[in-house]
């Protein structure tokens, strides 16, 4: 059995949902969202302040060492359970961190159309690097160039994707169970 499940895509895509979701479903699994560690770790209240303070490079950084901290934890206390991990939607921002997530495990990019993913950040708060741009037609159009990014990068750098947009957590969680064979 391949003991690791990276969860991977943009800022509200899911990840976090369908990991617990599926998690929940399963006997065998632990749910780990790095975003999570990333605040305890850091003593922040959220990943928007901790990037505002840090800066980019280096919140890649810390992100990146936080994740190999994160593996060798799973690493020396759960030996025989299947590890879904949700990585930060910047994540590919890291390349250090989706190389080892392909060589030690399966990775699931999670696809939101850039529409939903637009109008749920207008609904629940937009992420940092946003989140300062006050001229709406700026703002959507810095969001349409991160998107195509890291799409791209998701789409050529994970192993399996699925697509969200119109799906509830129960149906998108029970696709990735059956990627990795548990359905």
Known sequence: MNRYLFLCGLKSCGK??????????????????????????????????????????????????????????????????????????????????????????????????????YGRYMKNGFPQYLSEEKDICNKRAKFHDIYKKRDGIYSSKCQFMLKSDAKS?????KEIAVIIGKN
């Open 16 to 117: 976090t949902s369908a990991g617990r979701h599926l998690d929940q479903s399963l006997n065998d699994s632990v749910f780990i969202d790095l975003d999570d560690v990333l605040l305890e770790e850091s003593k922040e209240k959220n990943i928007s302040t901790l990037y505002k303070m840090m800066g980019e490079n280096m919140f890649r950084k810390y992100e990146s060492e936080i994740f190999n901290k994160v593996i060798n934890v799973c690493n020396e206390n759960w030996h025989e359970k299947l590890i879904i991990i949700a990585l930060g939607g910047g994540s590919c921002n890291s390349p250090d961190i989706l190389n080892n997530a392909n060589k030690i495990g399966r990775t699931v990019y999670i696809w939101c159309h850039e529409k939903i993913l």
């Open 169 to 173: 957590v129960d149906e998108i969680s």
